[in-house]
């Protein structure tokens, strides 16, 4: 697949209307949760360990309440590509980085990862959220792709909500920490570490 480019988005930037955007990705990840700080200070902690001046980050749900600090800290060296799965996404994603991609270290751009992966090298992937609603079969699919595309000595984080004993009642089943540890291991990665946990989402840092 060719790179993934803001030219790609089905809509032109200066179309856009902040005050007509959807919700954030993930509605109940607000900004100022303990959980949120949590999560995205762990996000920047690895950032700091793997980065290397033009190194790209592949963030493949853009969830830019976590992954804004991240930007801020390093788009004067690195280069970022912000997928979003829906057209929604894409807007909200695209309107509040427009002023970065004109400058050329950030691309935002829409894609559906039941139909294809970013073929592009990364330092850095982080899916937030990204994995959970794939078919089964696909997720091991895409996970085996995010491990490929990830440079020697790269890095990933990946959390979803997990089963609790609070989810049972869920419609559709929730896989189990452990079951999303074996997907991730079963892909090859050397390294696979609990990163986080909210009680109800987990994440993890892989590292290739």
């Not at 930007?71 to 309107?95: A, H, K, M, Q, V």
């Not at 009680?199 to 892989?206: E, N």
Request: aromatic share 6%.
């Amino acid at each position: 697949m060719a790179e993934a480019k803001s030219e790609d988005l089905p809509f032109a930037a200066d179309a856009l209307h902040t005050n007509a955007l959807a919700a954030p990705v993930d509605a109940d990840f607000k900004e100022g949760e303990a959980g949120y700080y949590g999560l995205s200070q762990e996000i920047q902690r690895i950032g700091r360990s793997c980065l290397t001046p033009g190194a790209r980050v592949v963030d493949l749900r853009c969830d830019l309440n976590l992954v804004m600090p991240l930007i801020e800290e390093n788009e004067d060296l690195c280069r970022f590509t912000l997928l979003s799965p829906d057209e929604e996404g894409g807007f909200r994603c695209f309107d509040r980085m427009r002023t970065r991609v004109r400058l050329g270290f950030v691309d935002a751009a829409r894609i559906d990862l039941e139909e294809s992966f970013p073929e592009i090298s990364a330092r850095m992937v982080l899916a937030l959220g990204a994995l959970g609603e794939l078919p089964e079969k696909r997720r091991s699919e895409v996970v085996e792709s995010m491990r490929r595309r990830l440079e020697r000595n790269g890095a990933g984080v990946i959390m979803e909500p997990v089963e609790t004993d609070l989810s049972l009642g869920r419609k559709g089943r929730l896989w189990s920490a452990a079951e999303w540890e074996s997907l991730l291991r079963n892909a090859g990665f050397r390294s696979v570490q609990r990163l986080w946990t909210d009680g109800s989402r987990m994440a993890w840092s892989v590292k290739k």
